[in-house]
């Protein structure tokens, strides 16, 4: 379904985690985000993209490479590749794959385009790589923590902030690297304060144009972890500000633990 709307941009939400994929149009290009989950889902990005996209290019920058945010790059093979150098790098591709496979194969699911790790015409390998497409500029910034190969990109002029698995307002953060994950936040707020974002887009969750509720979801992030460093109990806290907390309950002992190594 979509989540949100506006002149520029389109958000699509998928029933499973809220998981979203984000179509912004240019006059040059349209620049697409992590198409997800379902079959029947994908069709429907396919044809909102067939209806709109005209003789523009499409683009699609990979957040990151978690399975569920790249099981659909072989629906979309006439698409222009965007994503990290570390996305490019990484060396089990094949177990992404296999994810895919596995959970293709647990609820019987047919696609109808291959399964393929994306191959990436444009690597992005340092913060503040640019990108122009006519009047627009995408600028991006590494954002390691949830994984190694997370990416932040400013669409300017428009002020969107597309934000790959970070400033959730339905999750609270899994991360990988507890250190890298508190400086992405850092550069979060910097973004947000010195590019002037409009327009919030995480990879699960609601899009948010309030600028409030933008930096309430940087200092929510920045206390989980803090308060995990200092082994503050949470869990009430978090059952009540999250109603999925029951399904989320074993990442937040996942966090923990990697915390205590």
């Known amino acids: 379904m979509i989540q949100f709307e506006n002149e520029h941009l389109t958000v699509f939400q998928s029933v499973l985690y809220q998981t979203t994929t984000a179509i912004i149009q240019t006059e040059d290009a349209v620049i697409m985000t992590d198409p997800t989950w379902l079959p029947t889902e994908i069709q429907a990005i396919q044809q909102y993209i067939d209806k709109i996209i005209g003789n523009r290019q499409l683009l699609i920058v990979f957040t990151h490479s978690d399975f569920d945010h790249i099981l659909a790059a072989g629906a979309f093979s006439d698409a222009q590749v965007i ?5 490019v790098n990484r060396k089990d591709t094949e177990r992404v794959l296999e994810e895919i496979a596995q959970f293709d194969a647990q609820y019987y699911i047919e696609r109808t385009y291959p399964i393929i790790y994306p191959n990436v015409d444009f690597i992005i390998e340092k913060n503040e790589q640019e990108i122009s497409i006519g009047d627009v500029t995408l600028t991006f910034y590494l954002a390691p923590g949830h994984t190694d190969d997370g990416l932040f990109t400013v669409v ?4 969107i902030l597309l934000a790959g698995d970070y400033l959730s307002d339905v999750e609270f953060l899994f991360f990988t690297d507890w250190e890298a994950y508190y400086e992405t936040l850092h550069k979060a707020s910097q973004i947000v304060e010195k590019q002037a974002i409009k327009t919030l887009v995480p990879g699960h969750g609601m899009t948010t144009n309030d600028n409030t509720e933008i930096q309430t979801r940087i200092d929510e992030s920045l206390q989980y972890l803090t308060n995990l460093k200092e082994g503050t109990n949470q869990e009430s806290y978090l059952a009540s500000r999250y109603p999925f907390f029951k ?3 074993e990442m937040h002992e996942a966090n923990r633990a990697l915390m205590k190594k």
């Open 83 to 87: 994503a990290s150098k570390a996305f």
């Open 156 to 159: 300017e002029p428009y002020g």
């Open 247 to 249: 399904g989320l309950k």
